[in-house]
C-alpha cells in the first residue's frame, strides 16, 4: 500500500493540465460509483490526477490513484485491495484501465456493497458497455464520455485566455455577438488549422512526432480496445485493420458492404459488426438516415476526427471531407446527427438542417432556404449563416 501512495504522490506533483476539462463541471462528483470512458490518447490519466489534485492535498491518504496496468493486480482483486484501502482510512479510489482486471464489474458492484463510505472514480475504454454489458452496474454506475480537445479549449491552452462554450441554440440564435465578444481577444482562423492537424489529442503537447504518436494510439485502439474487450480473436486483425483503412480512405460516404466484405473476406454482418466497434472505439463517426440506427447501413462513415485523416492519408487530404469531420465531431457530444437532404447536409436533433460550405463558394438561394449554413474560411457570419470554427465551442 505505502508504494501505492508514494507513486500517488509522485503522480500529482508532477501532473501539469494547462487546460481544465469542461467534463470536470459536469459530473456530479457526489455520486460513489463514477465511469469515465473515451478513446486512447485523450487525456483520461491526466483528468484523474487532475480531480485528485483540485480536491485533496497530495499528502491526503484519504485519496489514491492506483492503475491496473500494475501487475500487484494479476494476484489481487480490486475489491481485495479497497478493503485495505478503506479501512485504512481511504474514502476515493481513483482506478485507471479498470478493464485490465479480470471481472472488473462484479468486483465494482462487490466494493460498492460492501464499503457504503468509498467512492470510485473509474477510467474505461469508450468501447465499453457499462450498463448493456455489465448488468450488476446497472442503478450504481454514472457514465461520462471524455473527449479530445475542443477547438475552444485548443484555443485557450495557447492563448491563456478562459473562452467559454456555448451551447448549440446559443450559436445559432446569437452567433454574431458570440463572434464578436471573441474576436478582440483571439483570432480564431490563426488556430483552426493547427487544431484540425494536431490539435485533438492532448499528446501534441509532448516533444514526439505527433502524426507517428497517433499512428501507434491507433494501432493501440485496435489491437487491445477492440480486439480485448469485443473478445475478437487475433487472427481477424488484419481484416479489421485492412476494412478502417479502407473506409478512412474512401473519404465520408455511403459503404459498399458487399465489396468490403470482398475485400477482407468474411461475411456483410461481420463487416456491420466490425465498423460499429470502430466507432465504439471513436475512430469512425457513423451518420444514418433519419429514423435510423444499427444494424442498418449507415449513410455515411467518416473518421472521427480530422486529426485522423492527416494521420492516414496526409497526400491527398480534401479540404471539404475535413471540414464535414470538423462539424461533425463537434456536436457528436451533446447532439444526434443524421444525413441531410442533399450532401454535405446535416440533420442535428432532428429539426436544425445544415450544410458545410465555403464561405468564398457562390450558393444557389434555392438550394438554401431554411438551412443554416456552416461555412469555413471565414471568421464571421450573418444570419443564417455561422462561421464553422464556431461550432468548436460546443464544448
Given at each position: 500500500?505505502?508504494?501505492?501512495?508514494?507513486?500517488?504522490?509522485?503522480?500529482?506533483?508532477?501532473?501539469?493540465?494547462?487546460?481544465?476539462?469542461?467534463?470536470?463541471?459536469?459530473?456530479?462528483?457526489?455520486?460513489?460509483?463514477?465511469?469515465?470512458?473515451?478513446?486512447?490518447?485523450?487525456?483520461?490519466?491526466?483528468?484523474?490526477?487532475?480531480?485528485?489534485?483540485?480536491?485533496?492535498?497530495?499528502?491526503?491518504?484519504?485519496?489514491?490513484?492506483?492503475?491496473?496496468?500494475?501487475?500487484?493486480?494479476?494476484?489481487?482483486?480490486?475489491?481485495?485491495?479497497?478493503?485495505?484501502?478503506?479501512?485504512?482510512?481511504?474514502?476515493?479510489?481513483?482506478?485507471?484501465?479498470?478493464?485490465?482486471?479480470?471481472?472488473?464489474?462484479?468486483?465494482?458492484?462487490?466494493?460498492?456493497?460492501?464499503?457504503?463510505?468509498?467512492?470510485?472514480?473509474?477510467?474505461?475504454?469508450?468501447?465499453?458497455?457499462?450498463?448493456?454489458?455489465?448488468?450488476?452496474?446497472?442503478?450504481?454506475?454514472?457514465?461520462?464520455?471524455?473527449?479530445?480537445?475542443?477547438?475552444?479549449?485548443?484555443?485557450?491552452?495557447?492563448?491563456?485566455?478562459?473562452?467559454?462554450?456555448?451551447?448549440?441554440?446559443?450559436?445559432?440564435?446569437?452567433?454574431?455577438?458570440?463572434?464578436?465578444?471573441?474576436?478582440?481577444?483571439?483570432?480564431?482562423?490563426?488556430?483552426?488549422?493547427?487544431?484540425?492537424?494536431?490539435?485533438?489529442?492532448?499528446?501534441?503537447?509532448?516533444?514526439?512526432?505527433?502524426?507517428?504518436?497517433?499512428?501507434?494510439?491507433?494501432n493501440m485502439i485496435i489491437e487491445v480496445d477492440v480486439l480485448l474487450i469485443k473478445q475478437i480473436e487475433l487472427k481477424?486483425?488484419?481484416?479489421?485493420?485492412?476494412?478502417?483503412?479502407?473506409?478512412?480512405?474512401?473519404?465520408?460516404?455511403?459503404?459498399?458492404?458487399?465489396?468490403?466484405?470482398?475485400?477482407?473476406?468474411?461475411?456483410?454482418?461481420?463487416?456491420?459488426?466490425?465498423?460499429?466497434?470502430?466507432a465504439d472505439a471513436r475512430l469512425l463517426n457513423l451518420i444514418y438516415p433519419p429514423g435510423n440506427d444499427f444494424p442498418?447501413?449507415?449513410?455515411?462513415?467518416?473518421?472521427?476526427?480530422?486529426?485522423?485523416?492527416?494521420?492516414?492519408?496526409?497526400?491527398?487530404?480534401?479540404?471539404?471531407?475535413?471540414?464535414?469531420?470538423?462539424?461533425?465531431?463537434?456536436?457528436?457530444?451533446?447532439?444526434?446527427?443524421?444525413?441531410?437532404?442533399?450532401?454535405?447536409?446535416?440533420?442535428?436533433?432532428?429539426?436544425?438542417?445544415?450544410?458545410?460550405?465555403?464561405?468564398?463558394?457562390?450558393?444557389?438561394?434555392?438550394?438554401?432556404?431554411?438551412?443554416?449554413?456552416?461555412?469555413?474560411?471565414?471568421?464571421?457570419?450573418?444570419?443564417?449563416?455561422?462561421?464553422?470554427?464556431?461550432?468548436?465551442?460546443?464544448?
Amino acid at each position: 500500500m505505502e508504494a501505492f501512495f508514494r507513486t500517488h504522490a509522485y503522480l500529482l506533483e508532477h501532473t501539469n493540465a494547462p487546460v481544465r476539462r469542461s467534463l470536470m463541471d459536469e459530473i456530479d462528483w457526489n455520486d460513489r460509483l463514477i465511469g469515465i470512458k473515451g478513446t486512447r490518447g485523450v487525456g483520461k490519466t491526466t483528468f484523474l490526477l487532475q480531480y485528485a489534485k483540485e480536491n485533496y492535498a497530495v499528502s491526503d491518504r484519504q485519496c489514491l490513484y492506483v492503475n491496473m496496468n500494475n501487475f500487484y493486480f494479476q494476484g489481487r482483486g480490486i475489491a481485495d485491495f479497497a478493503k485495505e484501502f478503506y479501512h485504512s482510512g481511504g474514502r476515493v479510489l481513483l482506478i485507471d484501465q479498470v478493464f485490465k482486471q479480470p471481472d472488473w464489474s462484479r468486483e465494482l458492484r462487490k466494493c460498492h456493497d460492501l464499503y457504503p463510505m468509498l467512492k470510485i472514480v473509474f477510467t474505461g475504454s469508450s468501447v465499453m458497455r457499462l450498463k448493456e454489458e455489465n448488468p450488476e452496474l446497472n442503478g450504481i454506475v454514472k457514465s461520462y464520455n471524455l473527449r479530445g480537445y475542443s477547438f475552444r479549449e485548443f484555443i485557450n491552452l495557447h492563448t491563456k485566455l478562459n473562452l467559454p462554450s456555448y451551447t448549440l441554440e446559443e450559436i445559432i440564435n446569437d452567433h454574431e455577438r458570440i463572434v464578436k465578444r471573441i474576436l478582440p481577444d483571439v483570432s480564431p482562423q490563426h488556430y483552426f488549422q493547427d487544431y484540425l492537424h494536431h490539435g485533438y489529442y492532448p499528446f501534441f503537447q509532448e516533444h514526439r512526432n505527433y502524426s507517428e504518436n497517433l499512428l501507434k494510439t491507433m494501432n493501440m485502439i485496435i489491437e487491445v480496445d477492440v480486439l480485448l474487450i469485443k473478445q475478437i480473436e487475433l487472427k481477424y486483425l488484419t481484416r479489421i485493420k485492412k476494412l478502417f483503412y479502407q473506409l478512412a480512405v474512401d473519404g465520408p460516404q455511403s459503404p459498399n458492404i458487399s465489396q468490403l466484405a470482398h475485400d477482407i473476406d468474411t461475411s456483410r454482418a461481420t463487416v456491420m459488426h466490425y465498423i460499429k466497434n470502430l466507432a465504439d472505439a471513436r475512430l469512425l463517426n457513423l451518420i444514418y438516415p433519419p429514423g435510423n440506427d444499427f444494424p442498418r447501413k449507415p449513410s455515411k462513415v467518416m473518421l472521427h476526427n480530422t486529426n485522423l485523416i492527416y494521420a492516414i492519408y496526409p497526400n491527398n487530404v480534401k479540404r471539404q471531407d475535413v471540414m464535414d469531420t470538423f462539424f461533425v465531431n463537434t456536436l457528436w457530444k451533446d447532439h444526434t446527427i443524421s444525413q441531410g437532404s442533399r450532401e454535405h447536409q446535416y440533420i442535428v436533433d432532428g429539426k436544425y438542417e445544415f450544410q458545410v460550405c465555403d464561405a468564398h463558394q457562390p450558393q444557389r438561394p434555392r438550394e438554401i432556404a431554411n438551412i443554416y449554413q456552416a461555412r469555413y474560411n471565414t471568421e464571421v457570419g450573418h444570419d443564417r449563416q455561422i462561421p464553422l470554427w464556431l461550432f468548436g465551442f460546443l464544448y
